[in-house]
């Protein structure tokens, strides 16, 4: 259902409120450059840091604006349950096509209770979900078994969003998930490894500054070009390593910022790049010839 290069995009910030004017622009800067979805209210897009008015205009903003050309997919996840759906109803309303679902972080739940979890936000809306499965940030592990046992009992879970960065669950899970049961890429430096094994594409960090380059390479592998998908998975290599110097968002928006993209402005906790790593990006950047 959802397939090709898929943008975490970041949320700008001005004056520490969001700057709709700009973040309609990187909307138009993804679309322009073949981006095939917008991820909106991610990780990457500070979605930790936004309150509840601000989660739910980030999202209408971003379905208003796209206006179909390409499907939105809210991040509407939370470690209460009750809050999760609150957000997923929202975005349901305002239009997304789909809710990204973080497992629930900090409270480490158990299997079962994950299982409860997702099958309640599942159950409580009709647009498709695709599960987060993110343990290096949340604390706990979505099991293929769990997710096998979700995608059979719940028909509007559709897909999961893998950044466990291990290439044998990743197998497992297309093993004993249904066909149709999309994996996606959680993690920009293993795409090429996960289309290999039978993704669908990425939700990535990366294309937020680099939106063709990644795009034209999952396109490249699902059109059967292996040869241009290795060449683009290399060229991109150093840069994706480069945007996690430092937790994520941090780095992407500072080298936004260098490229005068939008203000890399942040929230608190998070916080401006050290000195030495910045002049890493730096150097990435330039020698990407983005700077």
Do not use: W
């Amino acid at each position: 259902m959802f397939k090709g290069s898929m943008t975490a995009i970041v949320t700008p910030f001005k004056n520490d409120k969001v700057d709709e004017a700009q973040f309609k622009k990187l909307i138009d800067f993804q679309i322009k450059n073949g981006t095939s979805a917008i991820v909106p209210c991610g990780t990457t897009g500070e979605s930790a840091t936004l309150d509840y008015d601000e989660h739910d205009r980030v999202i209408e903003l971003t379905v208003e604006y796209v206006k179909g050309r390409v499907p939105v997919i809210a991040g509407t996840g939370s470690n209460s349950t009750r809050e999760a759906i609150m957000l997923t109803r929202h975005a349901e309303k305002a239009g997304a096509a789909a809710s990204l679902q973080v497992s629930p972080y900090y409270n480490r739940p158990t299997q079962k209770g994950l299982y409860e979890h997702f099958k309640a936000i599942a159950e409580a809306v009709d647009i498709p979900i695709i599960l987060y499965n993110i343990a290096s940030r949340t604390g706990v592990n979505i099991e293929p078994e769990t997710m096998a046992r979700m995608a059979a009992d719940c028909k509007n879970i559709v897909g999961v969003k893998e950044a466990s960065g291990s290439l044998d669950q990743m197998t497992r899970i297309r093993q004993l998930c249904p066909q149709n049961f999309d994996l996606i890429s959680g993690d920009d430096s293993l795409t090429l490894p996960i289309l290999s094994i039978g993704g669908t594409g990425i939700i990535s960090v990366v294309a937020n500054i680099v939106p063709k380059d990644v795009s034209d390479m999952v396109n490249a592998f699902l059109e059967g070009n292996i040869k241009k998908a290795k060449e683009l998975h290399y060229k991109l290599f150093g840069l994706i390593k480069a945007m996690f110097i430092e937790t994520n968002p941090i780095p992407v928006k500072t080298a936004m910022g260098l490229m005068g993209l939008c203000d890399p402005a942040l929230r608190l906790p998070m916080c401006e790049m050290l000195p030495e790593n910045k002049a890493k990006l730096t150097k990435q950047l330039k020698d990407y010839k983005l700077i």
